[in-house]
Every structure is written in C-alpha cells, then in structure tokens.
C-alpha cells in the first residue's frame, strides 16, 4: 500500500471490500461518443460488480464494445477520510439460466420503479482505489466566497 501525507493508495483487496460496503455506484459508458453516467445499484459479486437494469440506453451503451467503469465512494465519519474506488471492465450480460437464478438472489434492489430484469456482471480488468482526509470547507474559501451571486446560482 502506497501512502503520502493526504492520499493513500488502495491494495485491490481493499478496494473490493469497499465497494462490498455501499449499494450505489456510478456506471461510466461512452453513448454517441461522448461520456455518460448513471447512478446504478451494484453488489460485487464473484470478483466482478454486477447491477441490473432494463432495456434501453444504458444496457446499449454498457454493452457496446467499449469498456465501461464502475465508480463508487463514501465516508467514514469516524476517521474524517473519504474514499473512491473505481473498477475498469467489460460488462456482459448474463444470460446463463443457472446464473440468472443465482443473481434474482443477489441484494440488487433498484431505487428506480419499472421493469429491471436485465443483470449485468462486469469483470474487472482494473481496480483502483484512494483514501484522503476530507478537507474543512474554509480551505475552498476565497475573496470571492462572500460574493453575491447571480440570481441562476
């Protein structure tokens, strides 16, 4: 593990233990050449992320030749550190009848109503992950902080 004063870079094996702890990610597909992402429901799952999902853009675009990431985050109040982890892949539908069982079992329970009978396993080809204290808001704080702002701020 690789540490400096403020980032401490994530082994792998905690990269994966943190990911097991949060029910949200960020899944990062390229749609009409230009980056998208979307919130999705993600249980790590045999060494891989899987997420559910219905037909439409973000099943096309995850399921496109081009690799995909899974971005996950949070907080430990304890520790004042944060963390981000972020899991490079292919994604790959899973149509195995025996494995679709297997994954109608996983804790995936989308936050979003509607038609969600698409489970999609993403088999890491890279995990990263960093750890950092958070900083205290005045460190952001300039001159123009106090400012007023425009009224669309």
């Not at 082994?11 to 230009?34: N, Q």
């Amino acid at each position: 593990m690789e540490s400096t004063d403020t980032v401490e870079t994530l082994e792998a094996h905690t990269c994966w233990s943190l990911m097991r702890s949060v029910p949200i990610g960020r899944l990062a597909v390229i749609v009409d050449g230009h980056p998208e992402i979307f919130p999705i429901n993600v249980v790590v799952d045999r060494g891989s992320v899987v997420f559910r999902t219905g037909e439409g853009t973000k099943a096309q675009a995850a399921m496109s030749d081009a690799p995909v990431a899974i971005e996950a985050d949070g907080f430990d109040p304890e520790t004042g550190r944060a963390w981000s982890v972020v899991v490079k892949g292919r994604a790959h539908t899973i149509t195995d009848v025996e494995a679709v069982i297997d994954s109608a079992d996983l804790p995936l329970e989308p936050w979003q109503a509607g038609r969600k009978d698409r489970f999609i396993r993403v088999r890491a080809d890279e995990v990263t992950g960093r750890r950092f204290p958070v900083a205290d808001a005045s460190v952001w704080r300039t001159p123009a902080s106090g400012g007023t702002r425009a009224a669309m701020e």
